[in-house]
């Protein structure tokens, strides 16, 4: 890292040139009309680029954090620095320290780093992430591997600014699944910038699973990219429960013919919480299909706000599309903001998109009073109904234990439902 | 009164071929183009208007000269010169109408065939000078004449600024204020015409009123201007514009509709617009960009637009309901017809603010040929609006495959209490519906015809009879050549 490679020294460059042109988002641009990162961003404008502070994390503390009894392959980020690599790998499956690959093999490292202006959503924070990013990991499965186990990236934070990157390369007719953790104790404010960028080869396969449980002091921005390749397979599953402001952006671009994406989402605030996911579906190519189901469930005076767009380009014949967002108001206080765009420029496509707002079901809450269970825990049970039937999808067991479990925490009176339940 | 010389202005401008055989002379009324306060002193003086009126104007024109042109919308054309237009010119004399339906453009008299209308109404259209004694001025003078009797005001705006100058300074700006948006600034500081419509407490307005039948209505203005006001308990419908392809030299039009409606009141609000979409190569065409909103004031008002758009170039249209008052009601029922060049990017913006409101949006969009269109809406939920609900439906139907539509909904919810439903569909015509249709013997122009008239059947279920019937009769004829 002491010498830096030229080819890495220009991407670093063109982030800072970039962002110093753009700066922070601000709420005057169109895709951040519901999102004020000013006031969050504050306390980290002077020192953006700086590592923060080595943190003293023991292996305790990580076990506390992580998923419990997830049989996977673990890396461990603290603070945007991979602190522990995944050991025994199967062959064809490689998962490499960002900081590694930019000092050995530049040319490869700089890949994820590096984001076309033009390309959806594009703003401040992904130039910043190219100009300061000093790890991440980059995964590459190789051609016919079906992965064994889940790769699960945790990253844990204790304050300060980190800038993250992932790269996810998936070979042709290849299987894997990966989970990024992101995680911290509860006392921290800091914040996480990270990119993911995701490549599927022919018909190579992902299931995506982003588990956002960053302590309530924290602010959080993402980007997820996806280029899918023909007769790919891209399976999402975004949770947003922690964080003070938190963004996703999640694009896909379904670029090879009879590539199929199904992207979940759900989030549940409470407090002052602030949620923000955008997604854009881009389908370019002939026979592709794109699910999409994002809930939230919001108390206090939590905002949340769900953006997104599905654009069917010339020639992206028989396009079949969905997409739907539901919300759940809990409080008074709530607001939600969505947006559910559809752009289409062809005529033989199949699309429809929805959004609903409101308040449980009377009918279904009389039925469960009748059934014997009190006002709250019908209301409990409903919401929790709600949110699971974006859980539902995901395979893994445990992980689906862990996501319910930090659900039923999140939901007033969770807990009792739980012991219902379980 | 359209300001002739806007030809003046290069290429892209309006329906060439709908010039020819026109002779326009400079009139010497007619203000020189271009924009600033003497212009609009100018107007000021020629229409009489108060003082108050001129500094209202004024204001609005200082306010404009601060704002930009949006450019938030899916629309695409030339930058357009504000200062090559002329924003003042005294009515028509005869001498440059065409004298008969023989110098009219004989593909406009094939389309009013097609859409049967009487040879008297042709020549009315397509601007036909005509002697005073004409069928509708002793039609108009019956109308005019229950309605006064009903007590209810139906004038032209200058008109009305000179009888009942307090209701309209009570009533003008109230809903779209000058500086609202560029285009309703810019109509502020230099409208010239328009309808006014005052419907007393209690009183049922006897007729559906129709700028149709008000007789300078003939030739629609550039910067129209109209204000309804409906009392309480009053009711009123009314209509605007016409099926048939009406002849107009400008290409500019910013108009303003401000609806105002008090306890228990209802408005409808009907619009046929079908003006000159521009050729098929897409020169020309009318640019028309209406701010048009209603405050739902009093309790249990009630307003409905409901809105067939198949002419202009380029559209740029949201009409809006302020649901203000508890238990207000408002409507958007829209059908968007866009072939070969043209754009529309139309919707609705429904606030609610009063408890129990409830608001229903219904949009259509059939896009053919190049066309391309947006539904671009917003439905917000006020903190207090307890009970508010909304059902948003828009669907867009596709035929060809360089055509395009978008739906860009807005939602805002800040009360836990709000029920928000929001769907939208795209996808072409049924090929099982068509192969059912043609299977019973019916032509494939038929068939689509038959399938798009169902689409929109929602919509035109809300029209007047009589525009209903006409309307689907339009949607025939503008269809005619897109299909296949």
Request: proline share 4%.
């Given at each position: 890292?002491?010498q ?21 988002p ?7 009309k ?13 020192h ?19 998923m419990e009894?997830l ?33 050995e093999?530049?040319?490869q490292?700089?890949e ?23 790890d ?13 186990k ?16 992932h ?35 022919q018909g190579?396969?992902?299931?995506h ?28 599953h ?6 003070a402001?938190?963004?996703v ?15 979940n989402?759900?989030?549940?605030t ?12 881009e389908?370019?190519?002939?026979y ?6 994002y ?17 069917v ?14 919300n ?7 607001e ?25 079901d ?9 059934r014997?269970l009190?006002e ?10 709600f949110?699971d039937?974006v859980?539902?999808s995901?395979d893994i067991?445990?992980?689906r234990?862990?996501?319910?479990h ?17 | ?22 002779v326009t002379?400079?009139?010497t ?23 108050w009126?001129?500094d ?56 009013y ?33 229950k309605l ?16 009942y100058?307090e ?5 003008m700006?109230?809903?779209?204020p ?16 328009g ?14 009123l129709?700028?149709y ?18 009392d309480?308990g ?22 303003v ?8 009141a209802?408005?409808k609000?009907?619009t ?11 020169v ?23 809105q067939?758009e ?26 968007a017809l ?21 608001s229903?949006?219904?949009s ?22 307890d ?40 996808s ?23 399938i ?5 059947k ?24 897109a299909?296949?």
């Open positions: 890292m002491n830096v490679n030229p080819l890495v020294e220009q991407v670093r460059e063109q982030g800072r040139l970039t962002f110093n042109r753009l700066g922070i601000t709420m005057r641009l169109e895709h951040w519901y999102t004020d990162v000013k006031r969050a961003m504050a306390p980290f404008m002077d953006l680029g700086d590592p923060p502070a080595e943190a003293a994390i023991d292996t305790t503390a990580i076990d506390a954090l992580a009894n049989d996977a392959y673990r890396m461990v980020l603290i603070d945007g620095r991979l602190h522990q690599e995944a050991s025994a790998l199967p062959q064809g499956v490689r998962a490499d320290s960002l900081a590694t690959l930019l000092a093999k530049p040319e490292g700089i994820p780093l590096t984001t076309r202006e033009d390309a959806p959503l594009f703003n401040g924070f992904v130039a910043l992430n190219a100009a300061h990013a000093r991440g990991v980059s995964i590459c499965i190789a051609d016919g591997v079906q992965l064994d889940p790769l699960y990236i945790l990253h844990i934070s204790s304050g300060g600014a980190a800038h993250i990157c790269g996810i390369h998936i070979g042709s007719q290849s299987q894997a699944t990966v989970i990024e953790h992101y995680t911290g104790s509860e006392d921290t404010a800091g914040f996480t910038n990270v990119v993911s960028q995701v490549r599927l080869l190579g396969s992902l299931t699973i982003r588990l956002q449980q960053e302590s309530s002091r924290q602010t959080h921005i993402g980007r997820v990219s996806v280029c899918q390749q023909r007769d790919s397979r891209y399976r999402s975004s949770i947003a429960l922690g964080a402001l938190s963004r952006d999640l694009i896909t671009s379904l670029a090879g013919t009879g590539a199929a994406c199904e992207l989402g759900l989030y549940l409470g407090g002052r919480q602030h949620a923000d996911h955008h997604t854009v579906i389908h370019r190519a002939p592709c299909n794109s699910r999409e189901m809930r939230g469930v919001l108390d206090g005076r939590s905002r949340a706000v769900f953006n997104g767009r599905v654009v380009h010339e020639g992206a014949v028989k396009t079949d599309s969905s997409q739907s967002n539901a759940l108001l809990l409080s008074a206080r709530a939600v903001d969505t947006k559910p765009e559809l752009e289409i420029y062809n005529d033989d496509v199949k699309c429809a998109h929805g959004a609903t707002i409101g308040q449980l009377t009918n279904q809450l009389f039925y469960l009073k009748s014997g009190s709250d825990e019908a209301r409990q049970l409903l919401t929790f109904a949110a039937e859980l539902a995901i067991p445990t992980v234990r862990h996501i319910e930090a659900a039923f925490s999140k939901l007033p009176h969770g807990v009792d439902i739980e012991e219902i339940l379980v | 009164m359209n300001p002739a010389n806007t030809e003046s202005k290069p290429e892209d401008f309006a329906a060439q071929e709908y010039k020819a055989g026109f002379d400079i009139d009324d007619t203000l020189p183009p271009g924009l600033n306060e003497d212009v609009i002193r100018h107007i000021s003086a020629k229409k009489d208007e108060p003082e009126l001129l209202w104007r004024l204001e609005a024109f200082r306010h404009w000269q601060t704002m930009s042109e949006p450019t938030w919308a899916a629309v695409d054309y030339s930058p357009i010169d504000y200062q090559a237009i002329s924003y003042y010119s005294a009515p028509k004399s005869s001498a440059d109408a065409p004298k008969s339906l023989d110098e009219v453009d004989p593909k406009l008299l094939e389309t065939e097609k859409l049967g209308i009487p040879l008297r109404e042709q020549e009315m259209l397509a601007g036909v000078a005509v002697d005073a004694v004409f069928d509708s001025v002793s039609v108009a003078t019956t109308f005019k004449s006064k009797e009903a007590g209810v005001i139906f004038c032209p705006i200058s008109e009305a600024v000179r009888d100058p209701l309209v300074q009570q009533y700006g109230s809903v779209v000058q500086g609202d948006n560029f285009y309703a600034a810019l109509n502020s500081a230099v409208f010239t015409d309808s006014f419509v005052y419907i007393p407490r209690g009183v049922r307005c006897p007729m559906e129709s700028t039948f008000r007789i300078n209505a003939m030739n629609t203005g550039q910067f129209e201007r109209t204000l309804i006001i409906a309480e009053a009711y009123v419908s009314y209509l605007e514009g016409c099926t048939a392809p009406q002849r107009d030299e400008n290409q500019l039009h910013a108009a509709v401000e609806l105002v409606a008090m306890d228990n209802q408005i609000y009907s046929v617009q079908n003006w000159y979409p521009g050729d098929e190569n897409g020309g065409g009318i640019y028309n960009f209406v701010t048009k909103r209603a405050d739902c004031r009093g309790a249990r008002s009630k307003v409905s637009w409901t067939v198949t002419g202009s170039a380029i559209t740029w249209k949201y009409p809006s309901c302020v649901l203000r008052g508890d238990d207000s009601v408002g409507e958007f029922y829209s059908v866009t072939k070969m060049h043209q754009q529309a990017d139309t919707g609705t913006k429904m606030i609610h603010i009063g408890k129990n409101t409830r229903t949006i219904v259509k969009g059939i896009a053919a040929g190049h066309g391309n269109q947006s539904y671009r809406g917003l439905v917000r939920i006020g903190k207090d609006a009970g508010a609900r909304n059902y948003t439906q828009c669907d867009s139907l596709l035929i060809g495959d360089r055509c395009g539509a978008h739906t860009f909904p807005y939602v805002e919810v800040k009360n836990p209490t709000a029920m928000m439903e929001h769907e939208a569909t795209t072409k015509i049924g090929e099982d519906q068509l192969f059912y249709c043609l299977s019973r013997g019916i032509s494939e122009e038929d068939a689509v015809n038959l798009v008239n169902g689409f929109c929602d919509v035109f279920n809300e029209l007047p009879m009589e525009f209903a019937v006409e309307a689907n009769r339009l949607m025939e004829v503008s269809l005619e050549g299909v296949g």
